[in-house]
Each structure stands twice: as C-alpha cells, then as structure tokens.
C-alpha cells in the first residue's frame, strides 16, 4: 500500500519543493524586534519623565507616586488623570 501512495504523489516538472524556513533566524529576527521595542520603550520614559519636568524629582518620590498610581482603583480619577496627561484637562 505504501508503494501505491508513493506513486501517486511523484512530482511533475512543473512543481518544486518548498524552501525550509529558517526557524532560527526567523526566531532571532523576532528577539531582536522584542529587544528595540524595549529599548524604544525605556527611551520614551526618559523623555516623559524630563518633559514632565519629573527629572528635578527624587528617584523614591517619584516611584512612591507612580506606585500609588499603580493602586489606585478609582477608575474617575485615573481618567482625570489621564485626561489631565492629553492636554484635556
């Protein structure tokens, strides 16, 4: 029976085999676009927090208020917040 499935799937002149992807590269690719993202990430915190003018803050004032932000739950205030941050408030 095998032989019979192997026979009826020979090739024509006309159909080529598929490339194999390249899984690794494929994967470094995605790493590498992960690791920009981030580092994109952390540079545009930099640039909020000087054009905030939060730089001229202590590092633990600064962490204390954006973990109390962190916990806040008050979903009114968090969008005044919010609203105050666009430029809308």
């Not at 032989?3 to 590269?25: C, L, N």
């Not at 540079?43 to 730089?55: F, K, N, P, S, V």
């Not at 954006?66 to 609203?83: G, H, N, P, Q, V």
Request: no cysteine; glycine share 8%; aromatic share 4%.
């Amino acid at each position: 029976m095998a032989q019979t499935i192997i026979a009826s799937k020979q090739f024509s002149g006309d159909h080529t085999m598929r490339k194999p992807r390249d899984f690794d590269s494929a994967l470094r690719a995605l790493t590498d676009k992960t690791k920009a993202l981030k580092e994109n990430k952390k540079r545009q915190l930099g640039e909020l927090i000087m054009a905030t003018g939060a730089d001229a803050l202590d590092m633990e004032l600064l962490a204390g208020g954006l973990l109390a932000i962190m916990a806040t739950t008050d979903s009114m205030k968090k969008e005044d917040w919010r609203k105050h941050g666009a430029g809308k408030g």
